[in-house]
């Protein structure tokens, strides 16, 4: 038997009850096992749940055997459990902002949170609205000044926001639409840079003509596996493939 699950505080789960009388309680968004107990009473009259089903204005289970038994939380006995979830999609980017000492995550979906990393408290969450046919976020990076969040999609669109505010401050597409795997920020030379590896193994330099405002500056070849990370060095870049 599977009846859909909320519990008290809004999360919604699935309950899967056996016909040994255990019941077992998953996350319905990642399906992450959570808890699960058993029914030790004897169920008349073939000591089994026949049917179940979520009764949404009193926040129970109700089973039924030859009788209806109703199931609540309890608390006291932490028969289901929670876990601190961040984000409820797969998070993209983790970074430190140096000039508001915060912490900022972003998901697939763009959702963009703010946190203080002291006391892990959430201080702002802005979600994008979105349609079936929006394009998921593939990586992201903090701009130089560490004041402004840089994504870019699956569609190949790189776009820049005001993590603060949540407002998108201005998106392009390259002419090359090649899945951008990584992406970093970097001053080299007194100038800067937004550094893009591309799922065909190229790594191509954007620099910044204007505030937010990006133009291609050169193109490096030579790998032959995956470009895996980036990191810059005091001699300029130093790129890393799945190939070692």
């Not at 699935?14 to 996350?27: H, M, Q």
């Not at 058993?38 to 089973?63: G, H, I, K, W, Y």
């Not at 590896?197 to 790594?203: F, H, L, Q, T």
């Amino acid at each position: 038997c599977i009846s859909d699950f909320a519990t008290s505080n809004k999360d919604k789960y699935l309950a899967v009850i056996t016909n040994r009388k255990e019941f077992r309680i998953w996350d319905s968004t990642s399906y992450r096992f959570v808890s699960e107990w058993s029914d030790t009473s004897l169920q008349r009259p073939e000591n089994l749940f026949s049917v179940a089903q979520f009764d949404r204005n009193r926040l129970s289970l109700v089973t039924c055997s030859a009788y209806p038994s109703k199931w609540a939380e309890d608390s006291a006995a932490q028969l289901i459990h929670y876990e601190s979830l961040t984000h409820n999609y797969q998070i993209v980017g983790c970074f430190y902002s140096k000039d508001y000492d915060q912490l900022i995550t972003c998901d697939s979906v763009c959702t963009i949170k703010i946190w203080d990393y002291m006391n892990g408290s959430l201080e702002t969450c802005h979600r994008q609205q979105r349609t079936i046919d929006s394009p998921r976020i593939l990586a992201s990076c903090l701009d130089n000044s560490t004041r402004r969040l840089v994504t870019t999609a699956y569609n190949g669109q790189i776009s820049i926001w005001n993590f603060n505010s949540g407002q998108q401050i201005v998106k392009f597409t390259p002419a090359d639409h090649t899945l951008i795997s990584y992406m970093m920020c970097a001053v080299m030379s007194n100038r800067e840079y937004l550094v893009c590896s591309y799922w065909d193994r190229r790594i191509l330099l954007y620099i910044e003509v204007g505030p937010c405002e990006y133009e291609l500056y050169r193109s490096f070849n030579g790998h032959k596996s995956d470009i895996t990370s980036i990191s810059q060095s005091m001699l300029g870049l130093v790129s890393g493939d799945a190939s070692g």
